[in-house]
Structures are given as structure tokens and as C-alpha cells.
């Protein structure tokens, strides 16, 4: 595996940048691959001077030489962008920078230069505006993998994974279906037993408060059901469906690894409330690793220095989890 990952500097005007250097002043205190950031030079260097990190940050050699590498010094492959001010309001103006940095980390992935890739909150409503779902949706397109794509955000005591994701409630029911529920699952059984020689019990929810419906076909449960019983033939370990309400109280009676809902808010509440900044996002079923950490742009206190680091951190520390 390449030791070298790269960190999409994400959103310009967000948080992004100031975890980052808090990232880096700390890596002392954490085992870690050789990083890079791809994102402006210059904006970086004008956040850094309002944020006042004392950081060497240097522009990168394109080819990518570890070995000429410095160990204290953040280096930076440039992506061209102007900005007068350290931070401003967001807006579409950073739109085709934030594409452009993502076209770099795939291109440096197909070059076989990076192993994964870590992008730093983006504000997804004002970047895609209907044209993708998510980042998740967005990367599961341009590698040609749409519908293989699995939202896992993971802790290693316990993650969650939703069959739906950025779709409105309403449109949740509909979206219900067997044959996606047994291939996400499969996709995160063999994440687990490749990466942590580990096969994960899961726990299946169902949809509806008490697994309850006032219809008499309760036709999201009988698919929910039947999905878990094909499952089951797979050899894979899991219980369900269970209802959602008590879901999160039954991790430890039944050792769950993975509780998977059938909407992103469902799961991704619970288990916000418990693990808050030590969660991260991971795309499975792409051709590399894609991370993110588990929050947003945090619009409200960009450039204050306020911004916990601690979920980037832990993207980071992840590429030395995995075998």
C-alpha cells in the first residue's frame, strides 16, 4: 500500500483549513502516513497568517517524490485559486476550485500516487444544487460505480450505515429495496473482514416507530425481513429487524458492530449523540478509500479557532488501522 494520502483542502470558507493546522501541530501525538494537502497554496498561506499557525507549508514537487519529503514541513499540491480575503461568506464562486481539487485526487489515485483520500466539509446545498445527492453519490459516479456506493460512518466500537441517504422522507419508503440491502451489506462484511480480519454482527432496523404500520401489508417490513433471511444464508451475522427506537440500547447484548437504518438521519442521530468528533465518514465501494470527517462546514465560527480537529485526526489515523 502507497504511504502517501492526500486531504482535499474542501469548503474555502469553513473550518476546513484551521483543522487542518491544528492536524498537523498535533501529529506528534498520533501514528500517521506521510500527508499531503491538495487545495490553494496561497489561500492556505493567508489562512494560516489569520489564524496565526506558525506552519512551513510548501508547494509540491508534481512528482510526488516521498523520499525528498521533510518531515516538518505541510506540503501542498497546488490547485489555482483567488480569494482577497482569508475567509468570506460562502459561495458558488469556490465551486469549480473545490471540482478541481477533487479531479486532482482522483487523478493522483489512477496515477497509483496516493492511496486514499480525505476531504475536508464542503457545504454540499450550495456545491451540487440538485445535481448530485452528496460527495458519496458525486465519487460513486465518476468512477463508475453508482449504486454500489456505502455511507459507513464508522468508530471502531460501533458504526452505522444507512440504506438511504440525502433523500427527502417522504421518498424513503420507496426506496426501500431487498436487493440493495443484501449488496450494502456484503459490501461492509467484506470491508470489515478484509481491513480488521473481522466478521461484524450487525443489526438490521426497520422503518417505522416499534417496527409498527397501521396497514395490514406492511410491505417495507416484509422486505426488511426477507432481506435479513437471505442474509443469514450468506453466512453473515446479523439480527433484525429490529425496531428503531431500541436499537442503540441493544448494541452491547448482542455485540453489534454495525447498525444499519433505512434513512441517514435514523442511525447518524444516535450515534452523533455518542460519539460526537471520534466518528468519520467512509465511502466503501469505490476503487479507493475515501474519508471524511463527520461534520460540517461550521459556518458559524470560521476563522475563530474554535474548530475541533478530532474527527480529521481520526481519518488520518485510520490508514494505519487497516491491514
Known amino acids: 500500500m502507497h504511504k502517501l494520502i492526500a486531504i482535499i483542502a474542501g469548503e474555502p470558507n469553513s473550518i476546513s483549513s484551521e483543522i487542518i493546522f491544528k492536524s498537523w501541530k498535533l501529529r506528534e501525538k498520533y501514528k500517521h502516513k506521510q500527508i499531503i494537502i491538495i487545495g490553494s497554496y496561497d489561500l492556505l498561506k493567508l489562512q494560516q497568517k489569520k489564524l496565526k499557525y506558525k506552519i512551513l507549508i510548501k508547494k509540491i514537487d508534481k512528482k510526488l517524490n516521498i523520499k525528498n519529503f521533510k518531515k516538518d514541513i505541510l ?139 397501521e396497514s395490514k401489508n406492511n410491505s417495507e417490513l416484509k422486505i426488511i425481513s426477507s432481506a435479513i433471511r437471505d442474509i443469514k444464508k450468506l453466512k453473515i451475522k446479523v439480527i433484525g429487524p429490529l425496531s428503531p427506537d431500541t436499537s442503540f440500547m441493544l448494541t452491547k447484548k448482542y455485540k453489534l458492530d454495525v447498525i444499519f437504518g433505512m434513512y441517514h438521519d435514523q442511525v447518524l442521530t444516535p450515534f452523533k449523540a455518542l460519539f460526537n468528533y471520534s466518528a468519520i465518514n467512509i465511502t466503501l465501494g469505490l476503487p479507493y478509500f475515501r474519508l471524511s470527517p463527520d461534520h460540517g462546514v461550521a459556518e458559524n465560527i470560521v476563522g475563530k479557532n474554535l474548530a475541533n480537529p478530532r474527527s480529521l485526526i481520526e481519518c488520518i489515523k485510520f490508514f494505519n488501522l487497516i491491514k
Open 75 to 213: 506540503y501542498v499540491y497546488d490547485i489555482k485559486y483567488k480569494q482577497k480575503k482569508a475567509f468570506q461568506k460562502i459561495n458558488s464562486n469556490s465551486n469549480k476550485y473545490i471540482f478541481n481539487c477533487f479531479d486532482a485526487a482522483l487523478f493522483l489515485i489512477n496515477k497509483k500516487k496516493i492511496t486514499g483520500i480525505i476531504n475536508c466539509p464542503i457545504s454540499k446545498e450550495n456545491l451540487f444544487k440538485h445535481r448530485y445527492q452528496g460527495i458519496t453519490e458525486f465519487l460513486s459516479i465518476k468512477s463508475g460505480n453508482l449504486g454500489n456506493e456505502v455511507m459507513l460512518i464508522f468508530n471502531r466500537k460501533l458504526s452505522v450505515s444507512p440504506l438511504t441517504t440525502h433523500i427527502d422522507l417522504k421518498k424513503v419508503s420507496k426506496n426501500i429495496n431487498k436487493n440493495k440491502i443484501i449488496t450494502k451489506i456484503k459490501t461492509i462484511n467484506a470491508f470489515y473482514k478484509k481491513n480488521f480480519l473481522k466478521k461484524p454482527n450487525f443489526g438490521i432496523l426497520g422503518l417505522n416507530p416499534h417496527n409498527y404500520s
